[in-house]
């Protein structure tokens, strides 16, 4: 009978180290879960960063083509008037020669 009780106390402990096992089992899945949350928070911040830094880049690439856009029509724009000039200050038989030319 002592015997049944010494085991039975055996038992009685390895039931508590299997419970205070399975408890710090669980709280170190929960930190490992919070750890996963954490690098997926990381992670999504740093390609919303990324992404936010290709938008800025693609937008300063766009504003670039814009101003080249923009510079090229003025050229265009400052050409065609000093042909106009060109034009409107050349004596009449070369104004129709001329008139001629840019119909061609």
């Known amino acids: 009978a002592q015997e049944e009780s010494v085991d039975h106390q055996r038992l009685q402990v390895l039931k508590e180290e299997v419970q205070t096992a399975q408890a ?10 919070q750890h996963r949350d954490a690098l997926a928070d990381r992670k999504q911040a740093f390609n919303d960063a990324r992404q936010a830094e290709q938008d800025a880049l ?11 856009s923009c510079n090229a029509a003025r050229d265009a724009a400052q050409k065609a008037l000093e042909a106009f000039n060109v034009l409107e200050s050349s004596p ?8 001629k030319l840019v119909k061609e």
Do not use: C, R, T
């Open 92 to 99: 009449p038989d070369k104004k129709a020669e001329v008139k």
């Open 58 to 68: 693609d937008e300063v690439s766009s504003k670039h083509k814009d101003e080249a």
């Open 24 to 33: 710090f089992l669980g709280q170190q899945k929960k930190l490992a879960q």
